[in-house]
Structure formats: structure tokens, C-alpha cells
């Protein structure tokens, strides 16, 4: 019999409908059987692409008598975190505070009233991993329940005031605004190259995550610092380990969430739609300063997974793929030796060559694919010229592409999330930039069409949902559902230089004063104050897997301040990096994001303004050179941004190019060239 997750949508709380669990999504049902029957609440969150969260399934969801235990004693509830990020984030944090590390699956017990009292992750079917079973631990949190309701109600007080002061712990009071200067930017990055791999590329010398931003923090230093030749060279080696190592998608495009090992070799294979649109952020602008051509390759590879598999009929663009197929991880990826000599027949010896395939393989008897650094050394050693080895080898992953798509494939996640396809917007207006590929353009116009018409309360309302699937809105949009939105309305005027997107961008970050901020403050909370489901109100922080809402809406304004000339945007976003200055300079790692916006303070924007006929190609010329702090605008005639106020096309219509730096304007100039000398003041 299904339980109460059956009339659900999410595909995580779907693959739980048939447990034996009586699972409840969350809700205010759920929530008065628990008050109305005094009993004690179990909160499990994972997400579809979770490979330990279908572990705990398999072990303790599925077995009748756990599941008859917990029905007897708790009011159950499953939660899809990227359907409620608000309420994953409080309990996550709670859980956290107990036991020192999250992830997933996060398991919470909470009061009638929603206070957590404790918590875990994976707990496994008997005591092994130094963790007590899950049985063993639904017994014991049942009679502390039971038998000890006053040591509970204080842990449950205690857990409360903690996650309520933990989102505030990295934030300074502000007493006096902290000294803009270079001197800041330089510990940073300082920080940052103390923890840097520098022989493998990433930070740290465990499993690899990419930390886009953090590398996007060291592209931009380097401009600025060019004697500082190791940020850019980290920067570059992290992009060639994850681009030839298995993190990427040979055949099919496309990165995993992180690796499990320094080197980059072993990928956990779920695929995410946030972590591919943050890495063609990052390639993009890598792209720019190298010209690469293998950066190149991999924009335009991700950008065709992205579209081929991910978007929907309608336009979004779907969450994530899972790790697992036909009951193992990683399966759809991977190949054995002989199935690809059968396959490639006798282009096959080169092929394993170039992507270290082996009898034995690399990874559980099997091959994930790598591959080679260094193709010209290695095409000269085996008699190949480099552009006809390369178009060997693209005919090859072609062939075994072809025959993947024959394959199972991993579950698709096909909710559609606002932030994470505001994120996919901002990087198709990378990729363009980078590129000049007029499809990712028209993509951009097309997907904020989407999620305007489709994420909307009402029409034209700036109340907005977090999530969207089988046809309908669902929950409040949140902090970073709204920043990541402003900020793609802003990376698309970049690109369509469309004055109704910076509107649009203004319009929502107005709302989101209104309704997220309290009286008095800078910083952001992040659920509207509407949204009355949570037992604290948090403001959310650290740059991790996406950027935090706080950090992105400090980007929003600095960037919005110049092209619309809101001082009191300014002053805003001077006051959030302010108020985490101290936090940049000690934990820089977790801040990555933070840090880009604080660098783009403290160094000066140049601001182009481009009028006449001609224009988009002028301002596309101007764009294709990497600088981190430039903002431009451009149209036909009169308008009446600030960067565009009283500025002429020349005579005849012909466009005219206007270039400040350091609050001085220079001379209108007619060419890219010409405007790009005046960058650096």
C-alpha cells in the first residue's frame, strides 16, 4: 500500500510512496498528528541523486518491521531538500551542532512543536562505521522521549538557540566600515593559495569539489596582481584535472558533482544542473584569458548535455541525474576493456591509449575514462598527427556515445528549481560572451521567458515560487531563488543589452527589501517574512555547492548600484562585506563568492556606455576580452540609463564607444580596440 507521499510530485519522495514508512510530506497535516497525539517527529531529507539516501532506504526503510516501529511511535516525514532548501538548512544546522558534520541523508527528530532535539546522517541496518543502527537509535530516541521529557525540552531549547545564533556567527557588527584596500584582497588570496593542491589542482588533499567560486576569486586576482602567477596557474591546472579526469563526461558531456579521491579520477556520478552551470561560468571566463581550445570543448559539450537531456519540453531546464543505474553506482558511465575494443574495433588500441583504458580498470574492475594531458607529445609517440588524432578520437566517443543511449539510464530529478535555472541563464550569457554562440543568446531569452511566465504567483507579480513541476508552482521562493534571478536578468541585459531585464532586476530587488529584509538591517533572511513554517529565520552565508543568497545579492547590488546609480545599493553592498570582512580573511575557502564581490570593490569598474548603429557588434568586441569588473551598456539611441544619459552616436548613426575607469571618462572612441586600451585605466 502507498503511503501519503503517493500524491506528491517530487521523484526523491516518489521512490519513498511504496515504503512500509507511513511517510508524510511536510505540512501542517503532519505536524498536528504529532501536537494532537504528543508524539515525537522524524524529519529524513535526501534528494534523488543521493546514493547514500537510497542505501538507508534499501537497508531500513524498506524492512517491515523498522518501518512498523516507526509508525507505531513517530509521525514520519520526508523532505526533498531542493524542494524545501528553508527547512533542510535549519535542520542540517542542527545536526551539524550535534555531532559536528552533515550531509545527506539527514535524519532529525524533533518535538510536536518542530524543535530538533537530535539528529544524524546514514545510520546502517546493524552497528558497523562506528555508528549505532537505525533501530538502535529509534529505540533510544523514543524512550528519551518518553521517559525523559525535561532533558529533551532543554536539548531541544539549546539546539534552537544555536541554529537561530549560527547563521549570524560569521557576521561582524558593524561599528565602523572597514578599510577598502588591496592589502584585504591580497589575504584572501593568500589564505586561499595556503590551502591550494598545487600539485592536483582544487584545494585541500582529500575528495574534490570543483569550488568555482573560489577559482573565479583567483582569475580575477591575477588581473589585477599579474606578478602573481600561481593564482592563474592554479586556476588553469583545477580546470585541466577536471577536464581530462573522470569529474568530466567524455562521452556524453557534462561534469559529476565532485570526486572521492585527490587525483579527480573517481567521480560520485551524479550529474547536478547547478555544479554544470557553475563550471561553465568558470570556463567561460577561463576561456577568455587562455583561449584554450579544450575549454572551448568543454563549454559547448556541457551546454549540449544541459540542453539535450536536462531541458524540458517547455523550457526549464530538470535538477539532477542520479549516480546509480540498474542498482549500481556509476554503471551508465563506465566501460569494460573488451566492450570497447568490440565497439571501436581497430580504432580501439588508440583510443584506451589516449583514455588509460585496462583490462583490470581503474575502479572497481571497471574503466571510468581519463583522459590524456598531453595529446601532441602522445599523438607524436604513436605516429599521429594532433588534428588527426583528435578527429579519431571524437568519432570514437561518438560511436560509444551512440551506444550508451542504448544503456538504462540513471533516474532523472525532473523538478524544475528557480535558482538552479537562473544559474543555467547566467551561464548560457557566460558561454555567449565567451563564445559569440548566437543559440545560447536566444536560450537566455527564451529561458527567463519561462521562468517569469511559468515561477509567477500571478502575472507580472514579483511573488515567485521556488519550484515548478507537472504544470504548477510550488512553496515561496527563497533568498537565493531571488538573487540568482536578479543576477541572471543582469548577465542577460550583458548580452541583449534588453533595458526591460535590468527593470525586471530592479523590480525584484526591491521586493526582496521589503520582504526579506528586517527593519534596520543589510543582510537578507532567507525566507520572506510571509513564510511561516520554520522555528527560526535564518540568514544563509557560505559560498557552498551554490552561492549563498546574502553573497549574491551583495553581487546584485554593487553591479546595480552602477548601471541604474543607486548609491543606496552601494552602500548596502558595502555593508554586507563589511560586516564579513573578518570571516573572508580566516575561512576564504568557504566564501568564495563573497570574496569575487569584495575584489570587484575594491578594485575599479570600468564602465563602457556604447550608442549608434553597430552597436552590438562594438559592445560584443568589448566584452570578449576578460575583465573581471566591467559593465556595459549600449543601444540605438536615447536611453536613459546612467552609463548611456546624454552620450551621441557619431555622425551618420555610426557607434561611438565611451569608456570611465576610476571615475574619469576618456574620449568616445569607434573601435573595440581602441575602448579596451582605456580598461586598465
Known amino acids: 500500500m502507498p503511503n501519503q507521499l503517493i500524491h506528491e510530485t517530487s521523484p526523491y519522495l516518489l521512490q519513498h510512496a511504496h515504503n512500509p514508512v507511513n511517510w508524510y510530506p511536510w505540512g501542517e497535516a503532519a505536524l498536528e498528528l504529532a501536537r494532537s497525539r504528543n508524539l515525537p517527529i522524524l524529519v529524513s531529507i535526501g534528494y534523488s541523486a543521493c546514493h547514500w539516501c537510497h542505501v538507508m532506504e534499501r537497508e ?69 562505521y562506528q555508528r549505532p543502527s537505525w533501530m538502535s537509535v529509534l529505540q533510544g530516541v523514543w524512550r528519551a522521549f518518553s521517559e525523559n521529557s525535561a532533558v529533551v525540552e532543554q536539548q531541544a531549547n539549546r539546539l534552537t538557540a544555536i541554529i537561530a545564533q549560527q547563521s549570524q556567527q560569521f557576521f561582524e557588527p558593524l561599528i565602523s566600515p572597514n578599510t577598502l584596500s588591496s592589502a584585504h584582497i591580497e589575504a584572501i588570496a593568500q589564505r586561499l593559495g595556503a590551502v591550494c593542491d598545487r600539485e592536483q589542482g582544487g584545494f585541500g588533499t582529500g575528495q574534490k569539489f570543483p569550488q568555482t567560486f573560489s577559482l573565479r576569486f583567483l582569475l580575477a586576482y591575477h588581473y589585477y596582481q599579474p606578478q602573481e602567477s600561481w593564482a592563474l596557474e592554479q586556476v588553469t591546472l583545477s580546470i585541466d584535472q577536471m577536464l581530462h579526469g573522470g569529474l568530466y563526461d567524455h562521452v556524453g558531456g557534462g561534469f559529476a558533482r565532485y570526486t572521492v579521491d585527490r587525483e579527480w579520477c573517481v567521480p560520485h556520478f551524479e550529474k547536478m544542473l547547478y555544479d554544470n552551470a557553475l563550471l561553465v561560468i568558470l570556463l567561460s571566463e577561463a576561456y577568455q584569458v587562455t583561449q584554450r581550445s579544450y575549454y572551448r570543448r568543454g563549454i559547448e559539450e556541457t551546454l549540449q548535455w544541459l540542453l539535450r537531456d536536462l531541458q524540458s519540453p517547455e523550457g526549464g531546464f530538470y535538477c539532477a541525474y542520479d549516480a546509480d543505474s540498474e542498482g549500481e553506482e556509476g554503471k551508465f558511465y563506465t566501460w569494460q576493456k573488451t566492450e570497447i575494443e568490440q565497439l571501436l574495433q581497430h580504432e580501439a588500441r588508440v583510443f584506451n591509449l589516449v583514455f588509460g583504458v585496462t583490462e583490470a580498470g ?320
Open 60 to 128: 531500513s526503510f524498506e524492512n517491515d518491521a523498522v518501518a512498523a516501529f516507526m509508525n507505531r511511535c513517530f509521525v514520519c516525514i520526508k523532505i526533498d531538500r531542493e524542494e524545501r532548501p528553508d527547512i533542510d538548512q535549519i535542520y542540517m544546522d542542527a545536526v551539524t551542532a550535534l555531532t559536528g558534520h552533515g550531509g545527506w541523508p539527514l535524519n532529525c527528530f524533533l518535538l510536536p512543536d518542530g524543535r530538533p532535539f537530535y539528529g544524524g546522517t546514514y545510520f546502517p541496518p546493524d552497528d558497523r
Open 362 to 681: 581503474n575502479w572497481e574492475n571497471t574503466n571510468i575514462l581519463q583522459r590524456h594531458k598531453d595529446l601532441d607529445s602522445l599523438a607524436k609517440k604513436i605516429g599521429y598527427e594532433p588534428d588527426e588524432l583528435e578527429r579519431l578520437l571524437q568519432r570514437s566517443l561518438r560511436h560509444l556515445f551512440r551506444h550508451r543511449e542504448q544503456r538504462p539510464k540513471p533516474l532523472l530529478d525532473n523538478k524544475i528549481l528557480l535558482s538552479w535555472n537562473a544559474l543555467a541563464v547566467s551561464a548560457f550569457c557566460h558561454a555567449y560572451i565567451a563564445l559569440g554562440v548566437e543559440a545560447y543568446r536566444q536560450t537566455v531569452v527564451d529561458s527567463l521567458a519561462f521562468l517569469r511566465q511559468k515561477f509567477s504567483f500571478s502575472p507580472n507579480s514579483y511573488q515567485l515560487f521556488h519550484t515548478y513541476q507537472q504544470g504548477k508552482g510550488k512553496y515561496h521562493a527563497l533568498l537565493d531563488d531571488y538573487a540568482c534571478l536578479i543576477s541572471a536578468y543582469i548577465d542577460a541585459y550583458s548580452v541583449t543589452f534588453d533595458e526591460n531585464y535590468l527593470c525586471e532586476a530592479g523590480g525584484f530587488l526591491d521586493y526582496c527589501q521589503v520582504h526579506f529584509l528586517e527593519e534596520g538591517q543589510y543582510l537578507y533572511n532567507y525566507v520572506p517574512h510571509y513564510q511561516t513554517e520554520v522555528v527560526v529565520r535564518q540568514k544563509d552565508s557560505f559560498d557552498g555547492a551554490t552561492p549563498s543568497g546574502n553573497s549574491t545579492m551583495a553581487d546584485n547590488l554593487w553591479r546595480l548600484s552602477i548601471l541604474l546609480d543607486r548609491r543606496d545599493y552601494q552602500e548596502q553592498s558595502l555593508q554586507m562585506t563589511d560586516s564579513l570582512s573578518k570571516s573572508l580573511e580566516k575561512y576564504a575557502s568557504s566564501f568564495g563568492q563573497w570574496a569575487r564581490v569584495r575584489l570587484q570593490q575594491v578594485y575599479p569598474s570600468v564602465e563602457v556606455g556604447i550608442v549608434g548603429n553597430g552597436y552590438a557588434v562594438l559592445a560584443r568586441e568589448c566584452c570578449a576580452v576578460y575583465h573581471p569588473n566591467r559593465l556595459v551598456c549600449a543601444t540605438t539611441e536615447a536611453s536613459v540609463l546612467p552609463l548611456l544619459k546624454g552620450k551621441v552616436a557619431a555622425t551618420l548613426g555610426e557607434a561611438l564607444c565611451y569608456v570611465c575607469h576610476s571615475q574619469s571618462c576618456f574620449a568616445p572612441v569607434r573601435t573595440a580596440v581602441e575602448a579596451i586600451r582605456f580598461f586598465n585605466g
